[in-house]
């Protein structure tokens, strides 16, 4: 009877053995490839997504089964195609669309920065008709052209010369868009609104263009795009001459919906400012205490003529404590509805919230802004503020060629015949409006490689090497290190010295 039972443990053992090993083979996999970059497992938790909680989970057998303690399986990042990238010790770019991305002409731009202190390509990916420009699938593919065939291909070729990318998405100029969700753009008596060019705008209040723009984006960064610049994020050009005679949605900006917001916003300023001025009358108190003390009484003094030298020193300053204290800070004004604040919100609101959504993914955010925002509060028509704009950004790029301002500016009879002072002079602007922010972008102007003879004989001069390099040196005088240099065809001027005066 033993023997038996040992017959049979020794059996039942082997059994166990060989079923065990035969598990193990069937569900190891031969080999192991790492998730996508979107996938559960390397994706990011949104703000949206609650962590599960470990001990509820169920399991295959059933729900309340008890969890057993394994070693967490470590799954390999995603390899991309492309060594990283380094952010350059300053950005030098030019602008590059996507026909000439995805053709003949890319090798000549490549070699370009490989024979010069240029490091990066702003490449149209979202082009200024609203094309995405390389093939796309799912809600995506509509809205693109191959203009790019091999986009990984672009990429790994930018990677290998070092070139740092960056992806330019036109937003609110969109023709394609607009054409196909008529309710995404403005209206004129029935028919789609287009200027006078031919072009057609979607509407900067609706949450669905953000949307359509920022998953573009999105796309971008997982391509390779190290960062993202929007373009014409703004109304139409004079659009406060026909806000009133269109058609279009308000989304959450009416009158009703924003008025209730600012007003909560205006009451938190309220209640910092309010604190703020605490703080100041008590320093006031304090000084004021200080000076009391200090100052030796009318009698000690009285008829004692000169002060000695050594004396004088221990006289507290006369200045009145009004001007040796900071100023008291204003009181917020209170907040009025109308078109333009209304306007400015919309946009303002599209910068933050791309930000927001793609700071997950690690790419710099960057803006594209008319250079005369900088010297006005706000440009009331197109909705553009420089510095809320500039709040919400990693990059602010003004485009600030001398073609683009009108006779006298700055004092400036004729601006584009003087590109050197017209610089000098926006970089003052500038300055002093991004010295009133916490934490300022990096200022990356876009400056001009064209010429432009539609300003009329006397108000223009052809650009060539010596202008372009007038523009950089006025930058870098400045201490502005960066810039982005503008020529639509890509046929930029040969011969040019890009290298910083510093460097």
């Not at 070092?162 to 008529?182: C, E, G, M, Q, T």
């Not at 690690?362 to 197109?382: C, M, N, R, W």
């Amino acid at each position: 009877m033993r023997k038996t039972w040992i017959i049979l443990l020794l059996v039942a053992s082997i059994s166990y053995m060989v079923s065990g090993c035969s598990q193990s083979a069937t569900t190891l996999p031969v080999e192991e490839k790492p998730a996508p970059p979107d996938s559960p497992t390397n994706k990011p938790p949104s703000h949206s997504e609650q962590p599960q909680n470990e001990t509820s989970k169920p399991d295959a057998v059933g729900k309340n089964q008890p969890q057993h303690e394994t070693e967490p399986v470590q799954i390999p990042p995603v390899q991309p195609d492309h060594p990283p990238f380094e952010y350059p010790d300053a950005v030098r770019g030019i602008y590059v669309t996507g026909h000439s991305a995805g053709g003949a002409k890319f090798p000549e731009l490549v070699k370009l920065l490989d024979q010069s202190d240029l490091n990066a390509m702003v490449i149209d990916i979202k082009d200024d008709d609203g094309w995405i420009t390389y093939p796309m699938e799912g809600d995506l593919a509509p809205y693109s052209k191959p203009f790019i065939k091999d986009p990984k291909a672009l990429i790994k070729t930018l990677s290998d010369h070092n070139i740092y990318p960056i992806a330019r998405i036109v937003v609110f100029k969109d023709s394609v868009l607009a054409s196909k969700h008529p309710d995404y753009s403005f209206n004129n008596k029935g028919q789609l609104w287009k200027n006078r060019r031919g072009e057609a705008f979607v509407n900067p209040f609706m949450n669905s263009v953000w949307k359509h723009n920022v998953e573009i984006a999105k796309q971008a960064a997982k391509l390779g795009f190290q960062e993202i610049q929007f373009d014409y994020v703004r109304f139409p050009e004079g659009f406060e001459k026909r806000d009133k005679l269109l058609s279009y949605s308000m989304g959450e900006y009416t009158k009703e919906k924003l008025d209730s917001r600012l007003m909560d916003e205006w009451k938190e300023q309220k209640t910092v400012w309010e604190k703020q001025k605490s703080e100041w009358e008590l320093k006031q108190k304090e000084a004021m205490a200080v000076q009391r003390e200090s100052t030796p009484p009318a009698e000690a003094i009285k008829g004692a003529g000169s002060v000695p030298a050594v004396a004088s020193a221990a006289v507290p300053s006369q200045t009145p404590i009004s001007e040796q204290l900071n100023p008291m800070p204003l009181e917020p004004p209170k907040p009025e509805y109308d078109a333009v604040k209304a306007r400015v919100t919309a946009v303002t609101d599209f910068v933050g919230y791309a930000k927001k959504e793609l700071e997950p993914m690690g790419v710099k955010v960057s803006v594209d802004i008319f250079g005369y925002t900088a010297t006005l509060q706000e440009a009331p028509g197109i909705g553009q503020n420089f510095n809320l704009i500039s709040e919400n950004v990693d990059v602010i790029s003004s485009m600030i060629y001398p073609s683009h301002w009108g006779p006298g500016y700055f004092k400036i009879p004729k601006p584009d015949v003087d590109p050197y002072r017209l610089v000098q002079e926006y970089v003052k602007m500038e300055k002093q409006k991004l010295s009133q922010l916490e934490k300022p972008p990096i200022s990356r102007p876009w400056i001009q490689d064209f010429t432009a003879p539609w300003l009329g004989k006397g108000n223009y001069i052809p650009y060539g090497k010596k202008e372009v390099e007038l523009q950089i040196k006025a930058l870098n005088e400045a201490g502005i290190q960066e810039f982005l240099i503008w020529n639509a065809g890509n046929n930029f001027t040969p011969n040019v010295d890009y290298t910083p005066i510093n460097k």
